[in-house]
């Protein structure tokens, strides 16, 4: 069997002559399909409405209006009232009486409704020790002797014109410092030297004065002479 019968017989000539129907057939039919499906997406997507774009209108300040109102249309404005508080009455000034500007209202009245009550403040009382013996086991001594109190003594103008002599007696209360926390004159002179001598002890420093070995408040009389 040649070539030729063997084609014939397995159908190759056949094939090739539907061939260009078949493939025509199928392109046509693949475009048809395709413009069917471009024109049915085009259908069902959503079409773009075209906006007419924008206008920017520029406004100067004097071409514009008053401003929105906050406030609402049917909002109610309550007004409220002020009461004037009364603080007094004007009183006239009598002739060659002094009085005050206005009425001062009694104790215990209000002014308004409301009331001003002050707190009542706690006085309490400090108990100070101001023991000072008379007697102990040492005495206390002026830092320098009694020559040292005396130079301290000024004598007053004064007394030098006048010619003042005389002793002066400071009674002088000396704490456990030694300081001299106040003193007195138990016999003067006057004409100013009662003071100096005062002044003299007050500024003088002792060695505190002792009982039992220990040191305690003491007073004693000073005497200092004025003499010219």
Do not use: W
């Amino acid at each position: 069997m040649n070539s030729e019968n063997q084609n014939n017989d397995y159908g190759a000539f056949e094939l090739k002559r539907v061939y260009n129907k078949n493939y025509l057939t199928g392109l046509v039919t693949a475009v048809v399909i395709h413009l069917m499906l471009f024109f049915l997406m085009i259908l069902l997507l959503p079409h773009e409405v075209n906006e007419k774009p924008a206008r920017v209108k520029i406004l100067k300040y004097a071409e514009l209006g008053p401003p929105p109102s906050i406030m609402r249309e049917n909002s109610v404005v309550e007004k409220v009232g002020f009461q004037k508080q009364n603080f007094g009455k004007p009183v006239p000034a009598k002739k060659g009486e002094s009085v005050t500007e206005f009425e001062v209202p009694k104790e215990g009245s209000a002014v308004g409704d409301v009331k001003i009550e002050l707190p009542k403040a706690e006085i309490k009382i400090e108990v100070i020790d101001e023991t000072f013996y008379v007697a102990v086991d040492m005495m206390p001594e002026p830092n320098g002797g009694m020559e040292a109190v005396q130079r301290k003594v000024i004598y007053p103008p004064n007394a030098r014109r006048d010619k003042i002599e005389g002793k002066v007696i400071v009674k002088a209360f000396i704490d456990e410092a030694g300081s001299v926390r106040r003193a007195e004159v138990v016999k003067g002179i006057g004409s100013g030297c009662d003071e100096a001598a005062i002044a003299a002890v007050m500024n003088t420093r002792f060695k505190p004065g002792r009982m039992n070995g220990k040191v305690v408040r003491v007073q004693m009389s000073v005497a200092l002479e004025f003499k010219l």
